[in-house]
């Protein structure tokens, strides 16, 4: 199949198309490197000795993603491109709601143009908001989000939904993943933030190389059990390895299918700190400060319906995650070459 991934330079879309390729799939990527750059599709190519059609547009850009439609066949879209910064999004609203929904909507209008009828859309489990218990599953309400980038996912959910009602050929999965971390075995792509990083596994990375003087955990007082955030962290090629599987299914299907990947354990943060320690021989220095604003306590995936529906489970340990997060740092102290 030819797969269209939009976001395809970023982190998971980076990973995606590496398995979709090793799959037998061809892949075709739209990015305008809003968060990402020309480096990481050099990598790419190199990693899997071809070059990746490119094509550098906004996804919003109905006539730049016609012009793409009309030089490939596509066969089905995989939509990552989205902005995911969550504090940045309580910040400035109206630009996620315009970039993640505006996307989104051009993607549809150029797919039905091109009698393209498969879309897979990178969700998350950030639509099951903060009054549902865990494990998390799919048939639980969704709403009571926390902030505008958890709406805009959980509002693109209710488009493909709507969208999907009124034509019976399309086939439209909603992933929502749990907490992707890790990075390809190559050592030669991760995930690369701006700034001081806002999540765990990077944040430990960091402060492994030295670039940050300690991890800061964020309330040791949750009822957990020991006391640290429990979350589901899910290794990005298993996740990569998800979207070949819910490609293969969303062919053979029709309608909309929500479906989490994640691993179905939850791991604290002092669980990450000591294997992290353990995996890579290394320590990591931190202190106990405050809660986050807008943390929960703990959560973590039902996968029973992605095993059921795609056949696909993660197999990749916390030490695998722990172990190719230290490779990548390690590679690449300063991330992608600018
Ligand atoms: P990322 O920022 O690394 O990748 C997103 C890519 O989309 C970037 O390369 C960016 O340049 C591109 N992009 C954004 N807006 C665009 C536009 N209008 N036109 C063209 N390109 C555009 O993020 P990621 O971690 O790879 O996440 C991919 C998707 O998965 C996002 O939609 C994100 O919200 C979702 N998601 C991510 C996580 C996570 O923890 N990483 C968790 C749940 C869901
Ligand atoms: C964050 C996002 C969520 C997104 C997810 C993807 C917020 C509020 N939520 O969730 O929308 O889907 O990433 O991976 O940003 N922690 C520390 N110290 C740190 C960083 C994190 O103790 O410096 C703790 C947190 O309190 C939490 C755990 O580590 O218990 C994981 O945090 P993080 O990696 O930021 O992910 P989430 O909070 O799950």
Redesign the pocket.
């Known amino acids: 199949m030819n797969i269209l991934l939009t976001g395809g330079a970023g982190y998971i879309g980076s990973h995606t198309a590496i398995e979709l390729i090793e799959a037998g799939h061809n892949a075709v990527i739209a990015d305008n490197f809003v968060n990402s750059n020309p480096s990481i599709v050099k990598r790419m190519n190199e990693i899997i000795g071809q070059t990746i059609p490119f094509y550098n547009i906004d996804v919003a850009d109905v006539a730049a993603l016609d012009e793409v439609f009309c030089k490939h066949k596509i066969d089905a879209v995989i939509h990552f491109a989205g902005l995911k910064a969550?504090?940045e999004s309580v910040q400035i609203p109206v630009k996620y709601y315009r970039n993640n929904i505006d996307s989104t909507l051009s993607l549809l209008e150029i797919m039905a143009k091109h009698n393209v009828h498969t879309f897979i859309f990178s969700s998350?489990?950030?639509v099951y908001g903060n009054m549902n218990n865990i494990p998390y599953i799919e048939n639980m309400h969704v709403g009571h989000c926390?902030?505008p980038?958890?709406w805009t996912k959980l509002f693109i959910e209710q488009i493909l939904a709507d969208v999907a009602a009124v034509n019976s050929d399309f086939s439209v999965v909603l992933l929502r993943?749990f907490?992707?971390v890790g990075a390809h075995p190559s050592g030669k792509i991760g995930e690369n933030p701006n700034g001081i990083p806002?999540?765990?596994?990077p944040?430990i990375s960091q402060v492994a190389i030295g670039k940050l003087a300690e991890?800061?955990?964020?309330?040791n007082d949750y009822p957990t059990k020991d006391g640290?955030?429990?979350?589901d962290y899910i290794h990005v090629v298993d996740l990569a390895k998800g979207h070949v599987a819910a490609l293969e299914y969303a062919e053979k299907h029709k309608g909309v299918e929500a479906i989490n990947l994640g691993t179905g354990t939850g791991y604290s943060?002092l669980d990450i700190v000591k294997t992290f320690e353990q995996t890579n021989n290394i320590k990591i220095p931190y202190q106990i400060v405050s809660r986050?604003a807008?943390?929960i306590a703990e959560y973590y995936a039902d996968v029973s319906k992605a095993l059921l529906l795609l056949n696909w489970k993660a197999k990749k340990t916390l030490a695998d995650m722990c172990r190719d997060t230290w490779r990548w740092q390690t590679q690449n102290p300063d991330g992608y070459e600018k």
């Open positions: 969550v504090g998350s489990a950030t926390s902030s980038y958890a993943y907490n992707p806002n999540n765990l596994f944040y991890l800061k955990i964020f309330g640290t955030g429990v979350r943060v986050r807008g943390d």
